[in-house]
């Protein structure tokens, strides 16, 4: 693996990981800092770190479907994930693990070839539902105690380039992503 961070992990942890055919993402402190920024005339804004897409990307490239359940609902969140090419965006969920399982259905996946990353309670039902959990750095702890890995960096700050790099290495695809980018293979 190329980070040498990901080099010790556990057996079952890398099992989990290789298994993974869907990475399901939570935007609000995951995606983003968590922080929710309004201008004096209402409108909301949003900041994606750009490390966190090209993972995103990478992991479309490399046959793992992305998808986004968040029970918020803005327009920014369509447009980044337009931006990025994921079509299985779903914006204003209340029960995600019901959003989660209606996704699995109609991708003829079972739960434990699916990742969640999450940050807060209303990720917990369905981070339980998934064959990986994840937590970011920041999130709280009642989740982090409760996921099987967590990103060594925060929600916005590239946490989900972590999840990227490790559902890649964990599949074999790391050193020929590296050897894509250097332009050797």
């Known amino acids: 693996m190329p980070y040498s961070h990901l080099d010790d992990l556990p057996a079952d942890l890398r099992e989990r990981a290789a298994r993974v055919k869907l990475a399901v993402f939570d935007?609000?402190?995951?995606?983003?800092?968590?922080?929710?920024?309004?201008?004096?005339?209402?409108?909301?804004?949003?900041?994606?770190?750009?490390h966190d897409g090209l993972g995103l990307k990478r992991l479309q490239a490399n046959g793992i479907e992305v998808a986004i359940i968040t029970a918020r609902t803005s327009a920014l969140v369509a447009r980044r994930m337009a931006e990025?090419?994921?079509?299985?965006?779903?914006?204003?969920?209340?029960?995600?693990?019901?959003c989660?399982?209606?996704?699995?259905?109609?991708l003829d996946l079972d739960a434990s070839q699916c990742s969640y990353t999450g940050?807060?309670?209303?990720?917990?039902?369905?981070?339980?539902?998934?064959?990986?959990?994840?937590?970011?750095?920041?999130?709280?702890?009642?989740?982090?105690?409760?996921?099987n890995w967590r990103t060594r960096l925060a929600g916005g700050h590239g946490a989900v380039r972590?999840?990227?790099?490790?559902?890649?290495?964990?599949?074999?695809?790391?050193?020929?992503?590296?050897?894509?980018?250097?332009?050797?293979?």
């Open 27 to 50: 935007v609000d402190g995951v995606l983003t800092d968590g922080k929710l920024w309004y201008a004096e005339d209402g409108r909301e804004t949003k900041a994606f770190h750009v």
């Open 119 to 147: 940050d807060d309670l209303p990720d917990l039902a369905v981070m339980q539902a998934v064959g990986l959990s994840i937590a970011v750095a920041n999130a709280h702890p009642w989740v982090r105690e409760r996921s």
């Open 100 to 106: 989660l399982q209606a996704m699995l259905t109609s």
């Open 84 to 98: 990025l090419g994921i079509t299985h965006v779903h914006q204003g969920q209340k029960d995600k693990r019901a």
């Open 162 to 185: 972590e999840v990227c790099d490790l559902l890649l290495c964990a599949q074999g695809r790391g050193e020929s992503e590296l050897a894509h980018h250097l332009g050797t293979r």
